[in-house]
């Protein structure tokens, strides 16, 4: 299963039958995807289970509808078992960004880790996980996948420098109890990003 979102809105990609007996369960074939990108905008809040057997084939289709962009991020936990959170757009948010040139995903989630936070001392673990989301930038519509990996931060006493000119005007270490009050304000990924990781 996968599952993306735009806004509020939740595609779960998926080739068994056993959520067939939801209201918005569809075929494939017989969806029509952008008009429901465009409910997307307007609607609090939905989700729509779109099914096709081969859950390959419906992945490859569903991303072949978009502008595709691919960026890599951490969840970096220090001594203190604190998790590194930035602060943008006014949303709580994990440092992430594009892949550049011919790096590796993990070479650019480190890369995009030191720029936004002003964080060096970090050795990145294993992989986490994968997150989805659509958004619209001058009329296109962006797929952006994500690739999520642990990372340890081998000096608590770093410094840490917001990157002001990508909009980050916080970068901060948040413990269990202010990491819950953080998912009150962040995206849909990070939370499931959290919980799946169970870090």
């Known amino acids: 299963m ?3 979102f735009k806004n509020n809105c939740s595609f779960f990609l998926i080739d068994n039958l056993e959520f067939k007996e939801q209201t918005n369960f569809y075929i494939w074939n017989d969806f029509d995807l952008h008009k429901y990108i465009e409910d ?52 709580w948010d994990l440092p992430k960004g594009k892949a550049e040139g ?23 673990g294993k992989f986490v996980m994968g997150t989805y989301h659509i958004y619209s930038e001058k009329d296109i519509e962006i797929l952006k996948i994500t690739y999520w990996y642990q990372m340890h931060s081998i000096d608590d006493n770093s410094l840490l420098k917001p990157q002001i000119e990508e909009g980050i005007t916080k970068v901060v270490w948040k413990d269990k109890k202010e990491i819950q009050e953080a998912l009150k304000n962040t995206y849909p990924n990070i939370k499931i990003l959290l919980e799946t990781s169970n870090l």
């Open 102 to 124: 011919s790096e590796s995903f993990p070479e650019t989630a480190l890369r995009e880790v030191q720029e936004e936070c002003g964080i060096e001392n970090i050795e990145i």
């Open 40 to 91: 997307c905008d307007l609607k609090v809040s939905s989700s729509v289970y779109l099914y096709h057997p081969d859950i390959e084939i419906l992945w490859e289709e569903f991303k072949n509808k978009f502008t595709l962009i691919e960026a890599a991020g951490g969840i970096v936990i220090n001594s203190d078992k604190e998790i590194l959170f930035i602060y943008r757009n006014d949303k």
């Open 2 to 4: 996968y599952r993306i």
